[in-house]
């Protein structure tokens, strides 16, 4: 079958404001307003009792935490003397005061009550239900509500403040001075800082007597337990008797991807024709060798992808330049120093010393499950940095190795696969929330031990089948419902014993995946491991792969194309009951396998080329805000053709916003698309024109029907992805894909006048034997330019 470089096509260019709606949000207002007033002014009497209780930085200052009904536009709240600080969920807000402000707020209390007509923006004092403190136990992170603190006299903890104003306001750099000075009063040690718009974190060397001090602290956000990885494999010997004489070395234009993780064997006989250069991240570390195994294991997948395949043909053609940068020490464990800080050096330095574009980060704090708030710690980084850059991360889901408290699974991995996975503790962990990344899942391939290949005893049972969600992965959403993790990949499998010992213990002998040894010298130059960790590095590696094909691609675009190849499989589906299914659904309004598996398995048949039955249309622009992008699919009479015959439309779009740590919604701009199908474009955009919008009803994504993923679920995520399957359609038709922008109020300042977008459509026609779709397209998009030209 002769295969085509996907397609280039282009937006039609008008000028389309976003249709606006009216809202009539109705203000909360208080019969007595007397008495509202009172319930305030002592509730925030109470509070600043608390308060000049606590210690703090500056004494005049005051963070306190107010809950509201109804809408309130945040921002406002400075014409009451507060500032916005952070919004914990739709009713929580946390805002900084100082005594000025604090006495204009108490006065305008008053003035509340005694209904001076001077007052303004009443409705915000009356929509606030009540104000109180930042507790010592809002303080605690989840780790440490869940595990306790460390024993010992000494300790080491992470500490956020506050982020009060951005890095360069002088409040901040104060804030930072006082809390610094308090610390050094009282014998603490900083080992690390890292100071960002929205993020502002301490590590700290303390005595454990100080722990009190820490969660009574004003200026505190949230007190945490080091990072912990989670990391752990059992290494399987592979012999090969003998590896090809010359393995080749990648072309110096190949694409560049960087392994964040724990240094690789970079003289393993595999991996060392593709090595570029090696960096170590680590305070007090200079060497970027792997004493641990994982980040080689991970950075042979990332370079062959399928090392099974490879072996079996023992066929090795690295195609991908690898670099190193070591962030995790000895046992792969996150070092003392800030990983954040390690990730924003090491991804600044191989950005612009040797412009790597993607990198691969199989990584996970197991202290750090998503709890459904706030998206914070190395997922705000990473969200930053791939803005910041125009770079693709890949990161794994985490791995889910059991709960004590409470007991998940209670008895049974196998018997109790996969309702466990459902379980809240079973949820993605950091920074496998962020949306601007790629978060990969795991699947099983093997299901039958090294033991029970060698004898026929019933010893050892796999909970998952081939293809099935591995036993370890863990499950989203993402913040606000994002699908996450978006995809998933081979990672591997375990077994409970059956006849000897607690079936709570598992092996993973012979179930995992090959991957390259590190301790390759005198022993097997291949070694098997399982784990979310490397499943991530195969969607790196086809990232890489299609950067070669395609080495203008925009990491949107690269996220577009990955998810837009994915699918559901069916042994992913069936992996789940119908009952369990449709309770899920009841209950959550979500379906259980996209928290799961996202969109699914990438089929890498037509990721990186066309052909004559399956083609892929590319297109990459920018929007602004408030406005609509019309995009016509070039589809051609023998697509649309009315005899019965299945043929799809998938579309992909993805987009890089900016993010606040201290916002619910996250995210400064939401884009989102619908697919549409009308007479024409002029008709087309009379649903969309803010102009017309009183004489045309609004539209949303047609033949919703044949649609597996709903415009309102997609949108949640910053890739979003749709497919429609038809059996019988009208020659006369013309379909549109309509990109929209609206950025979110306070988002002005973070928000680009015009944001990146990219957006990949497949079109599948694969019962045609004598399809020329590719040829008739191309034709079409030619013919289609050729008329914007003249015009």
């Not at 925009?554 to 009951?577: D, Q």
Request: proline share 4%; aromatic share 8%.
């Amino acid at each position: 079958m002769n295969e085509y470089k996907h397609l280039r096509i282009k937006r039609i260019a008008l000028e389309n404001p976003r249709r606006t709606r009216d809202f009539n949000i109705q203000p909360i207002r208080r019969p007595d307003k007397k008495v509202h007033s009172q319930k305030l002014a002592e509730s925030l009497n109470n509070a600043i009792t608390v308060l000049n209780q606590n210690p703090t930085s500056e004494a005049d200052k005051h963070i306190l935490k107010v809950s509201y009904s109804g809408f309130v536009d945040l921002q406002k709240l400075v014409k009451h003397g507060l500032n916005f600080i952070s919004q914990e969920d739709n009713t929580l807000c946390i805002i900084f005061t100082d005594k000025e402000g604090l006495e204009t707020f108490s006065d305008n209390i008053q003035k509340l009550g005694n209904e001076d007509d001077s007052l303004t923006y009443k409705n915000i004092l009356e929509a606030i239900e009540s104000i109180d403190t930042w507790t010592n136990e809002d303080r605690k992170s989840w780790a440490i509500r869940n595990k306790g603190f460390p024993e010992g006299d000494r300790l080491t903890l992470d500490v956020e403040l506050w982020p009060i104003e951005n890095i360069d306001h002088p409040h901040r750099s104060r804030l930072c001075s006082n809390f610094e000075n308090w610390m050094s009063s009282n014998s603490i040690r900083r080992i690390d800082k890292i100071n960002l718009d929205s993020l502002l974190m301490y590590r700290l060397d303390l005595n454990s007597d100080l722990i009190d001090d820490l969660l009574n602290h004003c200026d505190i956000r949230m007190v945490d337990l080091l990072p912990e990885s989670g990391i752990s494999y059992n290494q399987l010997n592979v012999s090969i008797e003998s590896l090809p004489r010359n393995i080749p070395h990648p072309s110096e234009d190949a694409a560049r991807i960087c392994i964040l993780d724990s240094g690789i064997a970079t003289n393993h006989p595999l991996l060392a024709p593709a090595i570029a250069e090696s960096q170590s991240f680590i305070r007090g570390r200079e060497d970027v060798f792997d004493d641990n195994g994982h980040g080689t294991s991970v950075a042979s997948v990332a370079l062959y992808g399928d090392l099974e395949a490879c072996s079996a043909s023992n066929y090795w053609q690295p195609e991908i330049l690898i670099f190193n940068g070591k962030v995790l020490d000895e046992n792969a464990e996150y070092d003392i120093s800030c990983i954040e800080g390690s990730i924003i050096e090491a991804v600044e330095y191989f950005v612009q010393e040797h412009q790597c574009r993607i990198f691969n980060l199989s990584v996970g704090n197991q202290n750090s499950p998503y709890d459904g708030t706030h998206i914070r710690g190395l997922a705000y980084i990473l969200d930053k940095l791939a803005r910041d850059f125009d770079v693709l991360f890949i990161v794994s889901a985490g791995n889910f190795t059991g709960s004590t408290n409470p007991d998940v699974p209670e008895n049974s991995w196998r018997d109790e696969y996969p309702n466990y996975l459902l379980h809240e503790t079973c949820t993605i962990i950091d920074p496998a929330p962020a949306l601007n990344v790629l978060t990969v899942g795991s699947l099983a391939r093997h299901n039958a031990t090294m033991d029970q290949q060698r004898y026929p005893e019933i010893a050892q049972l796999c909970p998952a089948n081939e293809n099935q969600p591995s036993p370890f992965t863990r499950r989203g959403p993402s913040v606000r419902g994002a699908i996450k993790p978006e995809l998933v990949a081979t990672g591997g499998n375990l077994a409970s014993k059956m006849r000897f010992g607690n079936q709570f213990e598992t092996t993973s002998r012979g179930l995992g995946v090959l991957t390259c040894n590190n301790q390759f010298v005198g022993g097997s130059l291949l070694s098997e491991v399982s784990g979310t960790s490397f499943a991530a590095p195969y969607v790196t590696h086809l990232a890489g792969r299609l950067l070669n094909n395609y080495p203008e691609a925009s990491s949107n675009l690269l996220r577009a194309l990955l998810v837009n190849h994915a699918n559901l499989l069916p042994e992913i589906e069936s992996t789940f009951e119908s009952e369990l299914k449709k309770s899920y659904k009841a209950n959550k309004n979500r379906e259980v396998c996209r928290d799961i598996a996202g969109y699914g398995r990438i089929n890498e048949n037509e990721l990186f080329r066309s052909t004559e039955n399956v083609v892929v249309l590319l297109l990459e622009d920018a929007i602004e805000n408030n406005n609509h992008h019309f995009i016509e699919i070039p589809l051609s009479p023998e697509f649309l053709r009315s005899q019965r015959a299945s043929r799809e439309i998938r579309v992909t779009l993805a987009y890089c916003p900016a993010v606040k740590t201290t916002r619910q919604d996250y995210i400064a701009t939401k884009m989102s698309f619908c697919l549409i199908k009308d007479d024409s474009i002029e008709s087309a955009q009379n649903h969309f024109d803010n102009e017309t919008r009183h004489n045309f009803d609004t539209r949303n994504d047609d033949a919703t029907s044949n649609r597996d993923v709903s415009s309102e679920l997609r949108s949640k995520g910053t890739v979003q992805s749709s497919t429609w399957r038809m059996r019988q359609r009208n020659p006369n038709d013309k379909w549109f894909i309509v990109v929209t922008r609206q950025d979110k109020i306070w988002a002005e300042l973070l928000s680009s006048e015009k944001e990146n977008y990219a957006l990949v459509i497949t079109l599948t026609d694969r019962e045609n034997e004598n399809a020329q779709l590719y040829t008739q397209i191309s034709q079409k998009i030619q013919q289609q330019n050729q008329q914007r030209v003249y015009i």
